[in-house]
């Protein structure tokens, strides 16, 4: 006989009481394993271990499971930031309760949970009693986000699956975007998977919304991979807060950017601060870069370039929604 932690992850990480009876584990040996610590009760007639990823936990309390961003950074994936928990409950689910009280009814207009009634009912075991698939997160994200919080989404779970790990292929867009609305049927030709980051990728659309061209992770032979390439011979770093906290590694990324000038190349670099609040100073700063850059004649060692940049557009035609989570 297995132990009862065991049989409740075989069941998809939580259980209902019913299914744990049926493999004889009686209500007294549940109560005493509640008490101990070694499962815990998440609602009436359900069963997790305390392992469990708390979002989840608060998920199925809620009477649901994760969906979109939240079901998007269970599986791993760069996830734009949000504060809210994104749950999916069924249309015809009742008794819905608090994340964190199991005996408080759920208000849904909680600023903090972000519910979405479907027509699909939760499945009762398995590895999505939790939380939607990854094919379904995305077709949520598709359906209720913009589009750059939508292709930064894809990116990131295409660039996953690139690096061998959970993510999506090429062929899998076929599905995604055959479930999503008409509205977002365009935006897969913006879909790339290159970038190691969700920052890079909002970068990546800005500087083509605004006429600035832009390769992802240029490999430059001395010198390494660089977030973005948008001139002959001009490269852009594009740096989360967290980005290069310890000594070696910014040691490290400093020698690369003297690596790019020796080879008479410029690298510009962006926080995400920069980026999404002062995105009007980061394309004047590439733009005049690269007018220096297609006036010079230098003999470098960079990646064939072709591209140059449009026009500036006018202000109306620039802007560009920020990320909505």
């Not at 070694?38 to 199925?60: C, D, L, M, N, Q």
């Not at 040691?251 to 790019?260: G, S």
């Amino acid at each position: 006989m297995g132990t009862l932690t065991a049989d409740i992850v075989g069941l998809g990480l939580f259980a209902k009481r019913a299914w744990l009876r049926d493999r004889g584990w009686g209500d007294g040996v549940l109560r005493g394993a509640v008490l101990r610590g070694e499962i815990v009760r998440v609602r009436k007639g359900w069963y997790t271990v305390p392992w469990a990823p708390p979002s989840a936990v608060e998920a199925v309390r809620i009477g649901g499971r994760l969906t979109g961003l939240s079901a998007l950074r269970s599986y791993g994936l760069w996830t734009p930031q949000t504060r809210k928990l994104h749950v999916a409950v069924p249309v015809a689910a009742r008794g819905l309760r608090q994340p964190g009280d199991m005996r408080a009814r759920l208000n849904v207009g909680d600023s903090n949970i972000r519910v979405t009634w479907t027509e699909e009912p939760n499945p009762r075991r398995g590895p999505f009693v939790w939380r939607t698939s990854l094919t379904d997160t995305l077709v949520h994200i598709l359906c209720t986000h913009d589009r750059v919080t939508a292709i930064v989404c894809i990116d990131a779970a295409l660039h996953g699956a690139r690096e061998h790990q959970i993510g999506i292929t090429e062929e899998d867009l076929d599905v995604i975007f055959a479930r999503a609305p008409c509205r977002t049927r365009s935006w897969r030709s913006e879909v790339d998977g290159r970038a190691e980051a969700g920052g890079e990728t909002e970068f990546r659309l800005k500087c083509l919304h605004a006429g600035i061209p832009f390769v992802p992770q240029p490999v430059v032979v001395g010198v390494g991979r660089l977030d973005g390439q948008i001139g002959p011979s001009t490269f852009v770093e594009v740096d989360g807060e967290e980005w290069h906290n310890d000594s070696a590694a910014f040691e490290a990324d400093r020698e690369r950017v003297l690596a790019v000038v020796a080879r008479n190349g410029r690298t510009l670099r962006f926080s995400y601060k920069l980026m999404r609040h002062k995105w009007e100073l980061c394309e004047r700063a590439m733009r005049c870069s690269l007018v220096d850059d297609y006036q010079l004649s230098r003999v470098t060692g960079f990646p064939a370039f072709p591209g140059r940049m449009r026009p500036r557009r006018t202000s109306a035609e620039s802007s560009e929604g920020e990320t909505r989570v």
